[in-house]
T-cell receptor, first 112, second 112 residues
């Protein structure tokens, strides 16, 4: 859709290991977002970025960090993964002013 | 009170039925409005924007009532393929910037 690629698409890892998810966009959007979605909770914003090196926390940012060194890439890192971070992670772009956000395909992360 | 509220459903309707979803928002600074569709285990996808004058896209009609702060989505002649979760989304603007708020979604099951 909006040229958004998330990688990996699926990952299984163990508690305590670091994990990095990547979101890549090709349409030069200024704003990028990371959400998690769990049964019964809907979409919850983790972090977002409003430009290169400009990021801010969302409602569920504890245990996560992000980086944006280039316009096209937004990385989400779990420094030490916990089982409570098992979820589906969606990256989104756009959403500035009166525009809608567009989502990537998602990453299914399981932490055992 | 949630900033964007939707009836969680599920709505179970037969093929060919007309179904209506309502959504209320609490922030009077809300500037733009959207309906998204999310299929099971997939990313949310923009279904349509909602304009003040109301708008239609095939079998789908969206309406906005700013005075009462609610948005509606009407689906006519329901198809099996309409089965999904429908998310009401609001962009709220202010001097500090803006934010996008997602409703928790309304599940629709269309049955033969």
């Amino acid at each position: 859709d909006a040229g958004i690629t998330q990688s990996p698409r699926h990952k299984v890892t163990e508690t305590g290991t670091p994990v990095t998810l990547r979101c890549h966009q090709t349409e030069n959007h200024r704003y990028m977002y990371w959400y998690r979605q769990d049964p019964g909770h809907g979409l919850r914003l983790i972090h977002y970025s409003y430009g290169v090196k400009d990021t801010d926390k969302g409602e569920v940012s504890d245990g996560y960090s992000v980086s944006r060194s280039k316009t096209e890439d937004f990385l989400l890192t779990l420094e030490s993964a916990t089982s409570s971070q098992t979820s589906v992670y969606f990256c989104a772009v756009g959403g500035d002013s009166n525009q809608p956000q567009h989502f990537g395909d998602g990453t299914r992360l399981s932490i055992l | 009170r949630k900033e964007v509220e939707q009836d969680p459903g599920p709505f179970n309707v037969p093929e060919g039925a007309t179904v209506a979803f309502n959504c209320t928002y609490s922030n009077s600074a809300s500037q733009s409005f959207f309906w998204y569709r999310q299929d099971c285990r997939k990313e949310p996808k923009l279904l349509m924007s909602v304009y003040s004058s109301g708008n239609e896209d095939g079998r789908f009609t969206a309406q906005l009532n700013r005075a009462s702060q609610y948005i509606s989505l009407l689906i006519r002649d329901s198809k099996l393929s309409d089965s999904a979760t429908y998310l009401c989304v609001v962009n709220v603007g202010g001097t500090g910037g803006f934010k996008t708020i997602f409703g928790a979604g309304t599940r629709l099951f269309v049955k033969a």
